[in-house]
């Protein structure tokens, strides 16, 4: 209850101070269907909403009467529509507004094809704590150079997520080095020094088009032991279960790997 109470997203408790009010106010108690039965109602929810999670919004559907049609935008949070990088929910809001009549005609399967949030489970401090990619057909190098690979991948996404969230030209990586970020919708980025492990440094440039999702980037990583590492990453944020791909060299063995895409 204190942690639902002190959340630092909603002041759920801001009411409380409110004065009575002056006036009798009762509350709408129109019952259901709450619009005309011919006036068309879209109501969109996100899968992953936490303040208004998606079955209130069925049930806000249902109230709104027969003409009213719900959408559940799967792994999207409480705003569906405004920020949409996969231009799903806004297609379907300016397709609305442009002509109600459609709303039972408009296609709106790719609120089912949202890929999932990819998240980090653990934020290794180290080389040796973080888990290797997976080597792929022609791979030469050993573990370390596979953890090179993880963890290069995950300095690149580590910098992509601050930019997206907190949009700015400079930003800093998990455990010091910084980035610069120029352009949009497609994004360029400059890793300084980038550290996702607190002994490894990421050098180098990667390119994130907001509109396809595509990911590419050429990074150089230092590890512990002067192991450096020159590798070339790609992967599409805008695909379901995305995968990337690393090919490059490090020492003198061939590095040829994928991941789950950071």
């Known amino acids: 209850m204190r942690e639902w109470l002190t959340s630092p997203v909603e002041e759920y408790d801001a009411c409380i101070g409110w004065p009575s009010p ?3 106010d009762p509350p709408i108690r129109t019952e259901p269907p709450l619009v005309p039965r011919s006036l068309p109602v879209l109501v969109l929810s996100g899968g992953l909403d936490s303040l208004t999670p998606w079955v209130g919004g069925r049930r806000v559907a249902r109230q709104m009467g027969p003409s009213a049609r719900w959408v559940k935008v799967e792994n999207t949070i409480h705003v569906t529509a405004l920020y949409d990088p996969f231009n799903c929910a806004n297609k379907l809001v300016r397709q609305f507004v442009q002509d109600p009549g459609r709303l039972r005609k408009l296609d709106a399967s790719c609120a ?26 022609g791979n030469a190098t050993n573990g370390r150079g ?7 991948a995950a300095t690149v996404g580590d910098a992509i997520a601050r930019w997206n969230y907190i949009p700015d030209v400079n930003g800093v990586g998990l455990r010091g080095g910084s980035f610069t970020a120029t352009g949009d919708p497609l994004v360029s980025f400059r890793l300084r020094g980038a550290r996702f492990t607190a002994d490894t440094a990421v050098d180098g440039t990667a390119t994130w088009d907001t509109a396809s999702g595509r990911v590419r980037a050429v990074v150089t990583i230092r590890g512990p032991d002067k192991t450096v590492a020159t590798l070339r990453l790609a992967w599409n944020d805008h695909a379901r279960h995305a995968v990337a791909t690393v090919t490059g060299s490090a020492g003198r063995t061939r590095v040829a790997a994928r991941l789950p895409a950071p």
């Open 146 to 152: 596979l953890r090179l690979a993880a963890v290069a």
């Open 112 to 137: 089912a094809r949202i890929p999932e949030l990819r998240a980090v489970g653990t934020f290794p401090r180290r080389l040796a704590d973080a888990t290797p990619a997976a080597p792929a057909p």
């Open 22 to 24: 002056r006036r009798d």
